[in-house]
């Protein structure tokens, strides 16, 4: 079986067109701006905590901060909690162990109580292959990640969290909570460094830092909308959920991960009409 994912030239291509962009935009005095923004915000927070945590998915974002905090700020000693199952991507778990290693962070790794894969495999006669799986109401997220996420960091009276507004939805929360560092009812504290990065600040980041992101990342050549706004692959579970049709996902995913693709097929055969 082939490495995957499979990047053709067309990948290869578009990858570097993006990183010439990338790297004029990190000599830029508005990136510099944006980053000392995060790091005065991240340094206000850890120096009114005492037991901070932070929460990292391992995708490009939530990377981005887990180094901003633990390396650029010196908080290695910020407990890390990553949640890791059998719907990730292949080699997310060794990415992040890697790299806080490489970090020297303190990363715990977290198990859902029931496999992701075996939840999805039971149910899947009722489901359909464009059926809501990531937001917070769908059933397996409910099962296997938030309430997972939310016992690690109970006791923890600040927890880093690596969303950013132009993708995640949190503008209006933000708005809401009047700033990037807010309390919650419980009294615990939510720190978002990172919400008003753009997607090409993301990936400056990590050039200047010299780390690399998931190879899923790379995977921007099939889709004209991708090729235009790299940002825009998004890391979650590798299952294409809602978007599989609307936003072409079910077909990049057949393009780049075959054998993740026919596990997707064996649950939903019907959803072969996507792609």
């Known amino acids: 079986m082939s490495m995957e994912p499979i990047l053709r030239a067309e990948d290869h291509r578009a990858w570097d067109q993006w990183m010439r962009s990338v790297c004029l935009h990190m000599r830029t005095q508005v990136f510099r701006r944006t980053v000392d923004a995060a790091r005065r ?27 901003l905090v633990g390396v650029l700020c010196g908080a290695g000693s ?8 059998d719907l990730d991507y292949p080699g997310e778990e060794d ?15 977290l198990r859902p109580p029931v496999s992701p894969s075996e939840w999805i495999a039971r149910r899947a006669a009722h489901m359909s292959g464009g059926e809501d799986i990531h937001s917070r109401s769908a059933g397996l997220s409910k099962m296997c990640f938030y309430p997972v ?12 969290l690596g969303l950013r ?6 503008r209006r ?3 809401a909570a009047r700033g990037r560092l807010y309390s919650l009812k419980s009294g615990q504290r939510r720190c978002i460094p990172i919400s008003d990065w753009r997607g090409i600040d993301v990936y400056a980041y990590a050039e200047v ?14 889709l004209d909308e991708l090729r235009l706004r790299p940002w825009l692959v ?13 936003q072409g996902q079910a077909a990049w995913l057949r393009r780049y991960y075959p054998s993740l693709w026919e596990r997707f097929m064996a649950w939903f055969p019907d959803a072969r009409s996507f792609a």
């Open 165 to 170: 507004a132009e993708e995640s939805g949190i």
């Open 209 to 222: 830092h010299g780390f690399e992101f998931l190879p899923v990342y790379r995977c921007i050549g099939f």
């Open 41 to 67: 915000l991240t340094e206000l927070a850890l120096a009114n905590s005492s037991r901070p945590s932070l929460s990292w998915s391992g995708g490009k974002d939530s990377t981005d901060l887990a180094h």
């Open 95 to 109: 990415y992040v162990r890697g790299l806080a290693s490489a970090w020297g962070l303190d990363l715990t790794i």
């Open 149 to 160: 996420m939310e016992a690690a960091t109970r006791e923890h009276d600040l927890v880093f």
């Open 234 to 246: 998004r890391k979650s579970w590798w299952l294409p959920g809602v978007h599989a049709a609307r």
């Open 78 to 85: 910020v407990k890390v909690h990553s949640e890791k199952d």
């Open 173 to 175: 929360n933000l708005r």
